[in-house]
């Protein structure tokens, strides 16, 4: 621990490192030794501040970073080597730039004067990460270090969070410089606006006074801003008795079992979140951004309504969708104002107006959208799912996902009622994200149950970390709802390409339960629908990390959906509409 | 309801950024990964410490996507500020462009009489050619160019634009 106010001790490079990251708050790093951080690794090994998880694949560290931070809202912190090191990481990062997580990525780099020589095991870190990251720092003097660090995780966690990687060349770490206390440094020009302006404020509630239609749309903007905030969000959707939808990433926002809550919204979304954004009168974007997957066909956009948009990052404004009321500043303060706005001044919304709306939106809740067909022999991928659900409802649980049909049913059929619970690669939609985040939820959360609902084929894009969940004796869960195919593939190709299955199928799959028991852990089958509580049960009670391999309907397909292209009152509710809503060619394109 | 596509419009921004390597690569690749136009930058150092630099960017791009370069510009985080000097009022932009022409007789000497008319410098000179120096703004640039082409132009080389705000006020 740092003394009383001391100036600048010196140490090595690899002290440094250390000594920045335990005066950051950090106890725990995802890394994978190499030449180009061997100093790093030694320090490492002389200490015991700060606990180091060995993954099996440097990609696997940041998912694993990216699970840490997402579900305690601190920094993850990856160490890796020059070089391969680096690239691996690359799409941990991509991810976590897209879905706004903080992370601090450390990698080693080639010896100072050896940089730009084609060197063994280098390349270019921060050219490579430049577009995938916040920001990057390539340091060049030794006595910058620990400054560059401190800067590192205050870009990493201050605004839109992010992930930031510091490349630090060998010579570095051997060599001695002169150590910046954290409290000395603070970054010059970033400083993201927190506090909304106090104008926009009134103006917005005086939107929501006036407002007969309207729908909060919470995004994954209020979980980052943080748990308080979600209460904040809570609490204003409460007061006002509004409907409130939430994207992929913002569920857990606002509890699901409120009334006021109508579910998903967006390409997957429940009927009644849809229509109720495409009907509102006045819409309030609290921290989303208006992503493609929510919107569906821009120029059909909730055509109706004026917009507020809540959000820390100026850049998200007017991005795709113009907004008739921005305001910049962190959730958790704007919804606090607006809140305190809103008592001020007694706002007594349109009752008539809110009850027909609510009519309207009864309505379409009773279509009841996520219905399916059950089968007393083949086990539906929602069936278990909703087995599941009934089996942690209640308990102390975090959701991983991987990326598929699979990751949307598990954000229909498993209900958040807290923020942080439920992570799931949603801007990146990478594949190979839920085995390793559920190691780092479950590194940050040992007690608690951890569960990874995964894809048959997404699980082996990262199935090596078994490996880190035996070392370590985590006992995740894998959930697979093994269709044999890459089904969310296999819908599009279906429903889009006339039913040419081209390169879809899961085929030569490795026995799952068999995979289980090689890596030391517990591997378990359900073939029909009967067996299915019975599995949960003991996956549940089970000490060890276990992979369920859940057989369901190889061709069931994800509804609702809105096809590409399509508007959101253009939803399609299942498969009978499907031979009359030909999708155009426009909206073939889009992905 | 479809909405009309809205216009085109030529920015001129001043950027002013940190010093330090890579922040050009930053704001050039900012561009190109997003697929903004650039169409003139330019880049140097402002500050009597050396510090800071100022980049001048000419864009173009609806009014919302004007609106995106300046927002993602300024979350970069070596970037101090960025001003629309088109947004914010009068400016002056200048331009420097160095053409080299080559020709004998009668086009040899038309080109020096245009030259004259435009103000430009007589740089270098050998009995065959001359290289003209010319600043000012990129459309004078542009005329004379387009004159200069039919008059034996074989080289040209031009600096990007550089521009400040009219008035006593400085950022
Ligand atoms: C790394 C990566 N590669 C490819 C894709 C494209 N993709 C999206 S879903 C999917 C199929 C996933 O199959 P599976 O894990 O079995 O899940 P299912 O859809 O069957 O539930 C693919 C290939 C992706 N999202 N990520
Ligand atoms: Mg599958």
């Known amino acids: 621990m740092a003394a009383a106010k001391e100036t600048a001790p010196r140490m090595t490079g690899a002290d440094i490192v250390l000594r920045a990251l335990v005066d950051q708050g950090v106890d725990v790093i995802f890394g994978y030794p190499g030449g180009a951080v061997l100093p790093i690794y030694d320090a490492l090994f002389k200490q015991n501040s700060i606990r180091h998880i060995l993954v099996r694949q440097e990609g696997g560290a940041v998912h694993a970073a990216e699970g840490y931070a997402r579900s305690t809202g601190k920094v993850g912190v990856v160490l890796v080597t020059s070089g391969p090191g680096a690239t691996n990481s690359v799409t941990g990062l991509a991810d976590a730039l897209m879905d706004s997580v903080p992370i601090v990525c450390l990698t080693g780099q080639v010896p100072t004067h050896l940089i730009g020589n084609d060197a063994f095991q280098e390349c270019d870190t921060t050219g490579i990460t430049r577009s995938c990251t916040k920001h990057n720092y390539l340091v060049k003097d030794v006595n910058k270090l620990a400054r560059v660090l401190h800067e590192a995780f205050a870009v990493a966690r201050s605004g839109r969070p992010g992930p930031v990687v510091v490349d630090i060349p060998k010579d570095l770490q051997f060599a001695t410089g002169d150590y910046t206390l954290r409290e000395d440094v603070t970054l010059k020009n970033y400083r993201p606006q927190l506090k909304g302006d106090p104008e926009r404020i009134k103006a917005a509630v005086a939107m929501l006074a006036a407002a007969k239609r309207p729908l909060f749309y919470i995004g994954g903007g209020a979980v980052n801003s943080g748990v308080d905030a979600c209460k904040l969000v809570t609490k204003l959707v409460r007061t006002t008795g509004y409907p409130a939808t939430m994207t992929l990433m913002g569920l857990g926002a606002f509890p699901a079992s409120d009334k006021q809550s109508l579910g998903m919204v967006g390409m997957h979304g429940t009927y009644e979140s849809n229509l109720a954004m495409h009907g509102c009168d006045l819409m309030v974007a609290v921290g989303a951004r208006f992503d493609d997957r929510v919107t569906g066909r821009l120029d059909a956009f909730s055509p109706g309504s004026k917009k507020i948009h809540i959000d820390i990052d100026p850049s998200s404004i007017n991005k795709s969708v113009r907004v008739d009321l921005p305001i910049i500043g962190d959730v958790g303060s704007v919804i606090g104002d607006i809140r305190k706005e809103w008592a001020r001044i007694k706002v007594k919304p349109d009752a008539k107006a809110l009850a027909a709306w609510w009519q309207q939106i009864e309505g379409w809740r009773a279509v009841d959208c996520l219905r399916f067909k059950n089968t007393p022999d083949v086990i539906k991928p929602q069936f278990a799912l909703q087995r599941l659900y009934e089996a942690i409802r209640g308990r102390d649980v975090y959701i991983t996902t991987e990326v598929g049909q699979h990751q949307m049913w598990a954000a229909q059929f498993l209900r958040f009622e807290e923020p942080m619970r439920w992570l799931t690669s949603g801007g990146l939609g990478t594949m190979g994200y839920g085995l390793p985040a559920a190691v780092g939820v479950q590194i940050a959360h040992p007690k608690s149950l951890v569960i990874d609902v995964a894809g048959e084929a997404s699980i082996l894009m990262n199935i090596q970390e078994m490996g880190t969940a035996a070392q370590y004796r985590l006992p995740v869960k894998i959930f697979i709802l093994n269709n044999e195919y890459m089904g969310m593939v296999r819908q599009w190709q279906e429903l889009l390409h006339g039913s040419r299955y081209s390169e879809s199928y899961s085929a030569a799959l490795p026995d799952f339960v068999k995979l289980a028991e090689a890596f030391g852990a517990v591997g378990m089958r359900a073939d029909k629908p009967s067996d299915l509580d019975g599995l949960i049960k003991d996956m549940i009670a089970c000490p060890k990390a276990v992979i369920a391999d859940i057989r369901v309907a190889k061709d069931e397909n994800c509804y609702p959906m809105i096809p590409g292209g399509k508007a959101h009152n253009e939803i399609l509710l299942g498969p009978p509409q499907k031979q009359e809503q030909k999708v155009s060619e426009e909206g073939m394109v889009l992905v | ?171």
């Open chain 2, 1 to 171: 309801m479809s909405r009309a596509p809205e216009a085109i419009e030529r920015h001129t921004m001043a950027v002013i950024v940190d010093n330090e390597p890579g922040v050009l690569a930053r704001v050039i690749g900012l561009f190109s990964g997003r697929g903004y136009n650039i169409e003139s930058l330019t880049v140097s150092s402002v500050t009597e410490d050396g510090s800071q630099s100022r980049i001048n960017v000419v864009t173009s791009g609806t009014p919302m996507v004007i609106e995106q370069i300046k927002a993602q510009l300024q979350r970069l985080v070596p970037i101090h500020s960025v001003h629309d000097l088109t947004a914010e009022g009068a400016h002056i932009e200048r331009e420097l462009a160095l053409v080299k022409v080559v020709g004998k007789g009668a086009k040899r000497v038309e080109a020096l009489r245009i030259a004259d008319i435009f103000g430009a410098k007589v740089s270098d000179t050998t009995v065959e050619s001359f290289v003209f120096s010319l600043t000012g703004s990129p459309e004078k640039l542009d005329s004379f160019v387009e004159l200069m082409r039919t008059l034996g132009q074989v080289e040209l080389a031009r600096s990007g634009v550089v521009a400040i705000a009219r008035g006593a006020k400085a950022i």
